[in-house]
């Protein structure tokens, strides 16, 4: 079974502060990506990375960077913690299947991490 | 750009009964709908897709139609059970993924 974890399912932090969201899969995927889910709204793609090092912004990348140093890990940065940044976040991955387009889109998804930013 | 729309927000039906979840789409160059299911405290999880050259495809209790002229794609549940409880997203891409907004399926024994 695959396997994608996340670092905290839950997480408090100050308005102002540096967080670091970590996720880790198992099964040597290409792909991995960031959302945030809010109510009525579903999920929004934050950052993809489609290999080591590499990255391209989804919908909503402002005030959020990424890091990818080691194929398994993804991390999400919020660089300077806002309110408004509140949400639950969830990664996912999924492997490359040649130039199948679908081997872009997000197939294994991670449990979340509640975010409250005070 | 490509929109979403999902209908209802939320869905409450007996045990036993179907469950029809509908969603309509923007961009007619959409090719992938994907389904997700969401259960409580857990991350979404892919339960069915579709691409643009079929127009239907069931795995046992759980179908998905697709209407290509009307940009528009359902879920069907049949023999609702109390495990089919969660929150539902369709989606539909043409290279990214945009997600609807979600319904949440009540089952009630």
């Known amino acids: 079974d695959v396997k994608v974890t996340q670092s905290s399912r839950y997480l408090v932090k100050r308005t102002g ?9 198992d099964m040597d995927h290409e792909n991995m990506f960031w959302y945030r889910q809010d109510p ?5 793609l934050i950052y993809f990375s489609y290999d080591v090092k590499m990255k391209e912004k989804g919908d909503i990348p402002e005030g959020y960077s990424v890091s990818r140093e ?20 969830l990664c996912a991955s999924n492997p490359s299947e040649g130039h199948m387009a679908t081997s872009r889109l997000p197939r ?9 930013v005070l | 750009g490509e929109n979403v729309e999902q209908h209802p927000s939320t869905l409450s039906v007996q045990e036993g009964d179907s469950a029809v ?9 959409s090719n992938y709908f994907p389904w997700y299911k969401q259960e409580l ?20 209790r759980i179908a998905v139609t697709l209407n290509k002229t009307a940009k528009h794609f359902s879920l069907h549940i049949t023999e609702t059970q109390p495990e089919d409880s969660a929150v539902y997203f369709c989606a539909a891409s043409m290279g990214k993924l945009i997600f ?10």
């Open chain 2, 41 to 60: 405290g857990k991350g979404p999880q892919l339960i069915i897709d579709i691409r643009s050259n079929v127009g239907e495809k069931k795995d046992q």
């Open chain 1, 17 to 25: 502060e540096k967080v670091f969201l970590e996720c880790v899969q």
């Open chain 2, 21 to 29: 979840i509908k969603c309509t789409y923007s961009d007619s160059a």
């Open chain 2, 100 to 109: 609807g907004a979600g319904t949440r399926l009540a089952v009630h024994p």
């Open chain 1, 108 to 116: 294994y998804f991670g449990p979340g991490t509640r975010l409250t």
């Open chain 1, 40 to 44: 009525g709204l579903g999920l929004r």
């Open chain 1, 70 to 89: 080691k194929k398994e890990r993804f991390s999400l940065i919020l660089e300077s913690a806002s309110t408004n940044q509140t949400s639950m976040y």
